[in-house]
C-alpha cells in the first residue's frame, strides 16, 4: 500500500506505538495515509481500536518477518 508518511515504531512497546500514532496523525491532511511500522505485534489489534475509537480509518496490517505495516487513512481532525 502507498503511505504518504511513515511512522517508524520499530523497538517500541506497547502504549508508545499508539501513542506516536496519535501525535502524528495531526501533522497529515484529511485523505492522508499514514503508514505505521512497528516490531510489536500489540499493533494489531491496537490500532483497529484507536482508529474505531478516533474515527480514523484503519486500512490493514501487514506481518513480514517479525515486522508489523499497519495503515491508516486520516478521515478527520
Known sequence: MKADVTL??????CPMPI??????I?????????EVTATDEG???????????????????EEKNGEFFAYVRKVKE
Do not use: H, R
Open 26 to 34: 495531526k501533522e497529515l491532511k484529511i485523505g492522508q495515509i499514514l
Open 8 to 13: 517508524d515504531c520499530f523497538g517500541l512497546l
Open 43 to 61: 499493533i494489531k489489534a491496537d490500532l483497529p481500536a484507536w482508529c474505531k475509537a478516533t474515527g480514523q480509518e484503519f486500512l490493514g496490517v
Open 19 to 24: 501513542i506516536s500514532t496519535s501525535q502524528k
